[in-house]
Nanobody, 125 residues
Framework: QVHLVESGGGSVRSGGTHVLSCSNSGDRYTSYCVAWFRQAPGKEREGIAANCRNGDLKYADSVKDRFMISQDYAKNTIWLRMNNLKPEDTNKYYC???????????????????WGQGTQVTVSS
């Protein structure tokens, strides 16, 4: 069974940079695409960054030009580099790996089969 675990959450100052990591401590996943989602209390989970093994990328407008997703498929590891952080980036962040039949970059929750437990990032002004 795939077991994704996020790390790197914490408190950051507005304008700062922070990197989240996601590793797999279970069976290897063979997903073609991976992504990061985030969710604030009382709000729906939002897909913010996705990356597929062919290099395709997709970002939500809210993070475009500030966040960067990357992955090392051989190591089953995913990263999210967050630049110029804003207080509204305060969320719980989740990594995800897609269903095996997904071959197109996507930020739809339904396209993802494996999820981490989430890590909190708090941005103070």
């Amino acid at each position: 069974q795939v077991h994704l675990v996020e790390s790197g959450g914490g408190s950051v100052r507005s304008g700062g940079t922070h990197v989240l990591s996601c590793s797999n401590s279970g069976d290897r996943y063979t997903s073609y695409c991976v992504a990061w989602f985030r969710q604030a209390p009382g709000k729906e989970r939002e897909g913010i960054a996705a990356n597929c093994r062919n290099g395709d990328l997709k970002y939500a407008d809210s993070v475009k030009d500030r966040f960067m997703i990357s992955q090392d498929y051989a190591k089953n590891t995913i990263w999210l580099r967050m630049n110029n952080l804003k207080p509204e980036d305060t969320n719980k962040y989740y990594c995800a790996a897609s269903h095996d039949y997904i071959t197109t970059v996507s930020l739809r929750e339904d396209d993802f089969a494996h999820w981490g437990q989430g890590t909190q990032v708090t941005v103070s002004s």
